[in-house]
């Protein structure tokens, strides 16, 4: 019991970090007035989140296709307990930038970002988290490949993100950041938000079962 609670609260730990990540690519986002600087200087934040081991949901949920039967009910429990610390750290530096001067320059963006999702359709929303979640597992599952040269690893990160943001795809925990820099949160956002982790999951899920059908 006690290794589990470690292993737990350690897991905790690293998602929070990553969620503290996800909301510091997300200010420079929306800080930057050039849409394709903001989109490749948010991959800070995923590149960081690899080099240092943190957990981003993600970019494990695709892995979840993996788990041996008898190793799924534990891989569901470490799945759950990322999305909360990223929830947690994404909402730590929500609150945060939203009570500091860095907040004059994004208010307005990110209000209308929140709005901008709040106002689509469940079906575009998933579309849209699907892709993502597509592009974030080639992004994590690239980088862990160490027999590619490491610039090209690093370069597939930066392309994965410039490519879902440019592209407008859902990103369950930077909207868990925008929803709480905007002060945003209802029943109708967190609703929303598990939604687009449902897309996310989808997306993950996809290239990993290709893998196991053409084997």
């Known amino acids: 019991m006690e290794t589990l609670l470690k292993k737990s609260f350690k897991t905790l730990v690293n998602a929070f970090f990553a969620g503290i990540f996800i909301g510091i690519a997300g200010t420079v986002y929306l800080s930057v007035p050039?849409?394709?600087?903001?989109?490749?200087l948010f991959g800070f934040g995923l590149m960081t989140i690899l080099c240092y081991e943190?957990?981003?949901?993600?970019?494990?949920?695709g892995y979840l296709v993996?788990?041996?039967?008898?190793?799924?009910?534990?891989?569901?429990?470490?799945?759950?307990?990322?999305?909360?610390?990223?929830?947690?750290?994404?909402y730590a530096v929500g609150?945060?930038?939203?009570?500091?001067?860095?907040?004059?320059?994004?208010g307005a963006r990110v209000t209308a970002v929140c709005a901008a999702k709040t106002s689509d359709g469940i079906t575009s929303l998933l579309i849209l988290s699907f892709f993502c979640g597509i592009l974030m597992y080639v992004a994590v599952e690239t980088y862990r490949r160490r027999e590619l040269d490491a610039i090209f690893r690093f370069f597939a990160v930066f392309l994965c993100v410039s490519i879902f943001?440019?592209?407008?795809f859902e990103h369950c925990v930077a909207d868990m950041f925008y929803f709480s820099a905007a002060d945003a949160w209802s029943g109708k956002t967190l609703a929303l938000t598990m939604w687009m982790t449902f897309g996310n999951a989808l997306g993950g899920f996809l290239l990993p079962l290709g893998d196991k059908i053409r084997r």
Request: hydrophobic share 50%; net charge positive.
């Open 95 to 106: 609150s945060a930038v939203r009570h500091s001067r860095s907040f004059a320059a994004i």
């Open 34 to 40: 050039n849409p394709v600087a903001g989109a490749v």
């Open 54 to 61: 943190f957990k981003l949901f993600t970019g494990a949920i």
């Open 165 to 168: 943001i440019l592209s407008g």
């Open 66 to 90: 993996n788990q041996k039967k008898d190793e799924a009910g534990s891989y569901l429990l470490t799945l759950f307990l990322i999305w909360c610390g990223n929830f947690a750290g994404t």
